[in-house]
């Protein structure tokens, strides 16, 4: 029985490890989403300050160029 135990407890200890790893990797990939919606905003707003001064269809083309 004892050595039945001590299986259950490694298995267990596996398991909670593999949680843990998995919970990690969530917690990063959370974090390079936000870290691209920041991106994101910032050339947004980048690309909305440019834009009044965006006057013919040149210079139009060439910011959606530039952002694509």
Known sequence: MNDKEEKEK?????????????????KKGEHE?????SLEGT??????QRLPGCVSRDLID???????
């Open 10 to 26: 490694s298995k267990e200890l596996d398991r909670d490890k593999e949680k843990e790893k998995e919970k990690e990797s969530e």
């Open 33 to 37: 989403k936000e870290k691209l919606r």
């Open 43 to 48: 050339n947004l707003d980048a690309l909305l």
């Open 62 to 68: 060439q910011l959606t160029v530039r952002i694509s």
